[in-house]
């Protein structure tokens, strides 16, 4: 059982980025599906939430209105849409999840996997 994250890379100021975060072992049903980010020197910060089953999303405030969390069951997988994307942004992504989770306790766990962590640099 493992969470799989991909979609980082190199992107200027301004530009997108989508983030997928795959389990392989498992299905995600009653899951809460979080991505968290950590930049050097920096303590991890819980960026976004979806619960699976019934779609409800959280967003940290500096990401709300640039970033979007879905979900797609036919492919078991969860996105993270990344857009108007700044310097700040800049740091490794890692998505875990929780079965039975809530987005409003996103910080506090206890998590079930975690997936490794996906580079995601803005910069011109």
């Known amino acids: 059982v493992q969470l799989q994250a991909s979609g980082g890379g190199l992107v200027q100021p301004g530009g997108s980025l989508r983030l997928s975060c795959t389990p392989s072992g498992f299905t995600l049903d009653h899951d809460a599906v979080y991505w968290f980010r950590q930049a050097p020197g920096k303590e991890r910060e819980g960026v976004s939430c979806i619960r699976v089953d019934d779609g409800r999303t959280y967003y940290a405030d500096s990401v709300k209105g640039r970033f979007a969390i879905s979900k797609d069951t036919a492919k078991n997988t969860v996105y993270l849409q990344m857009n108007s994307l700044k310097p700040e942004d800049t740091a490794d992504y890692y998505c875990?999840?929780?079965?039975?989770?809530?987005?409003?306790?996103?910080?506090?766990?206890?998590?079930?996997?975690w997936g490794h962590g996906t580079q995601v640099t803005v910069s011109s």
């Open positions: 875990a999840t929780t079965y039975g989770g809530s987005c409003q306790k996103m910080n506090e766990g206890p998590y079930d996997y």
